[in-house]
């Protein structure tokens, strides 16, 4: 192989309708070397993956696998040829057990053709065992935290001997004693000769393991640095294309009187004597690690699921607690689900569809939309928030993360909500997108909407919360200002250590 490259790509185009998704992209992989893929959402990472594992025809330019051209037009080709990929978006079958997963379609037989369980189960051990996993091979999946559900995908890479393994932001749900599991088993990788392929928005990670990395943007190939030789300034320029400054902005606005409150909230099972205020203006922070119940007391607020008992009042009326969304909405309560696609979109309607959902009501006369006014609506917000796309007809699914968080934030605008619950706003979403929605955030409270933050990024907390409510297993352990707040007191709180 000419130079040790494992992959090389060259010249790789591909064109949506009405979007040059990749245009002429170069790069290359060494053998047992960790190669960084960066860029904005919308840069072309997903869509290069996908032509790389066969998911994804139609395109042009040449892909060359040791030396020699690699066709595939199925993802099982792919592997068969030693390139294995860790998706961010679990492919598991959560009806089926751990072992089952990890072995899907290559489980070990008897020659008479039945699977050979002991030996399957044993093999399924020993990766959980290199990966540091305490679960039983015969656990079904459904009842594994995401976190561990991850790290089955990883487990299930590892048993197909690649030589190049893809992770698509695999450390997107796991925490931090995960993360540094992780960070060891792909250094592991890299020592026996294996080649990895890193797509991650999270610098501190992709600097402690990489060995190159690349830059895509606008569908284009800007450059490769030796990570040893980069900086983190240098590789957010290449990736923009203009300076991003990512620190959090000191708000001037002026807090008002409380607008929103609950009083000993409770789900059993979940929370328990939750109490809080949120006054107009104001981002509050939710902190907490997971499982603290900080999602959970976001979907009883939105009317999604029940609560046992609590009191709430909006706009220093007392009223019901939501038995839906619609009628948290009547209250001008909106939310930004954790997960986007599943929750937050109906990702074959458009962008037009998404963001007027909400306020259907108020564009229609006699049962007919006003297409015309609520293109208006739409074209404004599409503007205002800055969200890539041909037309506000193009299908929620083909944006990018970025965008796709930002036509819900539009939903929302364009509704009557005036309290929002943004739950992990940031996750998934590039640097440059971040800075973009932090600076909304900080427009919205200007404007006199009131936020409600959960995140479980300490920094994104404690830069951009006036407040910050600390949760642990499911009860409030403390409610500091921002002043009052540093990074060891809210894990105090958070952990359930704090004196």
């Not at 749900?173 to 999270?202: A, C, F, Q």
């Not at 409380?258 to 809080?276: M, Q």
């Not at 200007?446 to 499911?474: A, C, F, K, T």
Request: proline share 3%.
């Amino acid at each position: 192989m000419e130079n040790n490259v494992l992959l090389k790509l060259s010249d790789i185009t591909k064109e949506f309708p009405g979007v040059l998704a990749l245009n002429n992209v170069q790069l290359d992989i060494r053998k047992g070397e960790v190669l960084a893929l960066v860029g904005e959402n919308g840069a072309g990472k997903s869509t290069l993956i996908k032509i790389l594992t066969g998911a994804l025809s139609g395109w042009s330019g040449e892909i060359l696998w040791k030396d020699e051209p690699l066709n595939v037009s199925q993802p099982w080709e792919a592997q068969q040829a030693g390139i294995s990929t860790i998706y961010q978006e679990l492919t598991l079958c959560p009806a089926l057990s751990v072992a089952e997963n990890v072995f899907l379609g290559r489980e070990p037989r008897f020659s008479n053709g039945l699977i050979d369980w002991k030996k399957m189960n044993r093999m399924t051990q020993e990766v959980l065992a290199q990966l540091k996993v305490n679960v039983s091979p015969a656990a079904q999946v459904s009842s594994l935290t995401v976190a561990t559900q991850q790290l089955i995908e990883i487990a299930r890479a590892l048993t197909m001997n690649a030589e190049l393994i893809i992770m698509d932001e695999p450390t997107s749900s796991l925490s931090e004693h995960e993360v540094n599991t992780l960070m060891e088993i792909v250094k592991d990788l890299r020592s026996k000769g294996v080649s990895v392929l890193y797509i991650s928005h999270k610098f501190e990670e992709i600097f402690e393991v990489s060995d190159r990395i690349s830059v895509l943007r606008d569908g284009e190939y800007i450059g490769t640095k030796d990570t040893k030789d980069a900086d983190l300034d240098e590789i957010l320029s290449m990736m923009v294309g203009r300076t991003v400054n990512m620190r959090f902005k000191e708000r001037t606005n002026e807090i008002g009187e409380t607008v929103f409150s609950v009083k000993n909230l409770t789900a059993k099972g979940a929370f328990e004597d939750i109490s809080f205020e949120l006054r107009r203006g104001e981002i509050l922070g939710v902190s907490g690690l997971v499982g603290a119940g900080r999602t959970e007391v976001a979907r009883a607020i939105f009317g999604i699921d029940r609560v046992d008992s609590g009191e709430m009042m909006v706009e220093g009326k007392k009223c019901r607690i939501p038995r839906s969304p619609k009628e948290a909405l009547k209250l001008g309560i909106g939310l930004l689900p954790e997960d986007r696609k599943e929750q937050g979109l109906i990702l074959m309607m458009s962008i037009q569809s998404n963001v007027t959902m909400p306020s259907l009501a108020g564009n229609k006369h006699n049962f007919v939309i006003k297409a015309k006014q609520e293109a208006g609506l739409v074209d404004g917000y599409v503007d205002k928030l800055l969200i890539k796309t041909p037309s506000i007809k193009q299908l929620a699914q083909n944006l990018s993360g970025g965008n796709q968080q930002k036509v819900v934030i539009a939903k929302w605008l364009a509704s009557s909500a005036k309290i929002l619950i943004f739950d992990e706003p940031t996750r998934g979403i590039d640097v440059g997108a971040k800075a973009e929605i932090y600076e909304l955030m900080n427009e919205l409270v200007s404007q006199g909407y009131s936020i409600i933050m959960i995140s479980s990024e300490l920094p994104e907390v404690m830069g951009m919360s006036d407040r910050i409510m600390v949760m642990h297993e499911g009860k409030i352990t403390g409610i500091l200002d921002k002043k009052e707040a540093t990074p060891e007191i809210v894990m105090g709180y958070a952990t359930g250590t704090h004196n």
